[in-house]
């Protein structure tokens, strides 16, 4: 599997990323958001989070107009698969590849904890080695992550299945308790928690990991 | 010539630092201030000397960029 991880100014998750991506078993390669190309043979993208471009304007903006995201939106139009985690759900909501906006946390407050969630659908590369209804603990740590969508959107994400993971409690007035959504053909996971800060089990947990061994199983089994 | 754009949530897109302002106010002692929507304004210097070909480019610019319209209204002035 070739993961390629973005940088972008201000993105503080891409080494995490890059090194979830190797622990899985992928070969990982990091490019920078003024490269306009992705590395042949690119299996998955990985938009990690952080601030990026200091989330001028809105939070991915700017990132979402840089010569990578392009690139980033042509592999997605090929049926490429792609993870945006926390800052990267927000660079792909701006991009438009995912539905939806993440507004300010409906407390006002940057939140920085361990959250619960629950596996919504297992059909999808992100999730298949996970079971529905599992519950996983993962860090978020977010000022913008309360997920918002017009009425008509929000019913078509749940009768198309696209829900990935909800929070049991809802820490930042997300609509439905909505953690992580799916794109149309179920390769674009946009999520705001962090499951590359939950790999480790002394410092934040493994819960992450099922994610990354669902990509891995994924790409092995294409 | 000078354009200044001004963006504003939508109609019914609930605004929570409104509402903190909202509160703030009344903490202060102003009474009577029944909502409080939070936008941005824009300004823009353009080289352009034509009016409605200037307001035409900074509307491409408000829907690519300035603003996101899944939340997000806009308005243009020129001047």
New interface residues.
């Given amino acids: 599997m070739k993961a390629t991880v973005i940088t972008f100014p201000g993105s503080n998750c891409d080494r995490d990323l890059a090194v979830a991506f190797e622990k899985a078993g992928a070969s990982v390669t990091r490019v920078w958001h003024k490269d306009d190309a992705l590395p042949q043979g690119t299996d998955i993208v990985g938009v990690p989070g952080g601030f990026s471009f200091g989330d001028y304007?809105?939070c991915g903006?700017i990132a979402a107009?840089s010569p990578i995201a392009r690139a980033l939106a042509d592999h997605a139009a090929r049926g490429g698969y792609v993870i945006g985690i926390c800052n990267g759900f927000q660079v792909l909501?701006?991009m438009r590849l995912l539905p939806?906006?993440l507004?300010?946390?409906?407390?006002?407050k940057f939140i920085c904890k361990p959250v619960t969630l629950t596996v919504e659908t297992t059909d999808s590369a992100f999730t298949n080695a996970a079971t529905k209804g599992q519950s996983l603990t993962v860090p978020v740590a977010h000022h913008d992550g309360?997920y918002?969508?017009?009425a008509e959107g929000l019913a078509r994400l749940k009768a198309e299945d696209r829900i990935a993971f909800r929070y049991v409690a809802n820490p930042n007035?997300s609509m439905e308790d909505i953690a992580g959504v799916l794109s149309e053909n179920r390769r674009v996971l946009g999520m705001m928690p962090h499951p590359e800060r939950a790999l480790d089990g002394t410092s934040g947990g493994t819960d992450g990991s099922v994610i990354f061994r669902s990509i891995l199983g994924a790409m092995a089994a294409a | 010539m000078k354009a200044r754009v001004h963006v504003m949530l939508k109609d019914g897109v609930l605004d929570p630092q409104g509402e903190a302002v909202r509160h703030a106010l009344a903490t202060l002692g102003f009474a009577g201030v029944e909502a409080v929507r939070q936008g941005k304004v824009i300004e823009l210097d353009l080289t352009a000397t034509d009016r409605a070909s200037a307001e035409t480019e900074v509307k491409a610019m408000c829907e690519k960029l300035l603003a996101n319209t899944v939340i997000e209204k806009y308005t243009v002035e020129i001047a």
């Fill in positions: 304007l809105r903006a107009q909501t701006e939806g906006v507004m300010r946390n409906a407390g006002l309360n918002t969508i017009d007035g």
